[in-house]
């Protein structure tokens, strides 16, 4: 069964600008989270969207966006690039959260 | 709010060795617990999980158990392998969202 795919796997992008990135859950997880992984912060919560609404958010500022569609996959968005913005992002999905998520292998985001 | 504690490492041990990685938590209610396992240019894979309190997960040798009364969910392995070097997250999850800890480095030598 097919995993869990975020495009693009890397991104390089101008500060200022803004960018969209991708996830497809595993077929029927209806549960999809975003976390922002550097070497400083570790891995950091984003939000968490199921069937179309944002149950959770972390503490990001509001150029950081996302939003679920009907079929699930989600999509995340960064306005105003900073070069602290540069990270690996990671997608996760899940039928029951309290069961654990499957994670993507991430997009690689590099601000310059 | 919620968080987890772990030792940073990395930790470098020879072939057949133990390991333990410890790891503790604060949470408010009944967080279910996780062990994640990144390997070098890859996402996180779910090693192993427990979802209430004297639960015991277990997956590829490696065991960890929910000790409520400690607030700990240590992790071990009775004879790791090179191909067991990784970075280990603990975590937990509640309200929707997942706290993890700063990852521990394992790095097995033959």
């Known amino acids: 069964k097919a995993g869990v795919t975020q495009t693009p796997r890397y991104l390089i992008k101008t500060r200022g600008q803004q960018v969209t990135l991708s996830c497809s859950p595993i077929?029927?997880?209806?549960?999809v989270s975003w976390y922002q992984q550097t070497p400083g912060q570790g891995l950091q919560f984003l939000f968490e969207?199921?069937?179309?609404?944002?149950?959770n958010k972390g503490n990001f500022p509001g150029r950081f966006s996302g939003r679920q569609f009907s079929n699930s996959r989600s999509e995340m968005n960064v306005s105003t690039l900073e070069l602290g913005d540069s990270a690996l992002y990671l997608c996760?999905?899940?039928?029951?959260?309290?069961?654990?998520?499957?994670f993507g292998s991430g997009t690689r985001l590099t601000v310059v | 709010g919620n968080s987890v504690t772990q030792m940073e490492g990395p930790v470098t041990l020879s072939e057949e060795a133990f390991l333990t990685i410890n790891c503790t938590y604060t949470?408010?209610?009944?967080?279910?617990l996780f062990w994640y396992v990144q390997y070098p240019g890859e996402g996180l894979q779910l090693l192993l999980k427990?979802?209430?309190?004297?639960d015991k997960g277990s997956n590829k040798g490696f065991e960890a158990t929910y000790r409520k009364e400690t607030t700990s969910f240590h992790l071990e392995k009775g004879s790791v392998q090179v191909s067991d070097s990784a970075v280990y997250f603990c975590?937990?999850?509640?309200?929707?969202?997942?706290?993890f800890g700063i990852g521990t480095k394992l790095q097995v030598i033959p």
């Open positions: 996760a999905s899940a039928l029951d959260p309290n069961y654990g998520y499957t």
């Open positions: 077929s029927g997880h209806r549960s």
């Open positions: 969207y199921f069937s179309e609404t944002q149950r």
């Open positions: 949470a408010t209610g009944y967080p279910s």
């Open positions: 427990a979802t209430k309190a004297d």
């Open positions: 975590a937990l999850e509640g309200y929707q969202k997942v706290t």
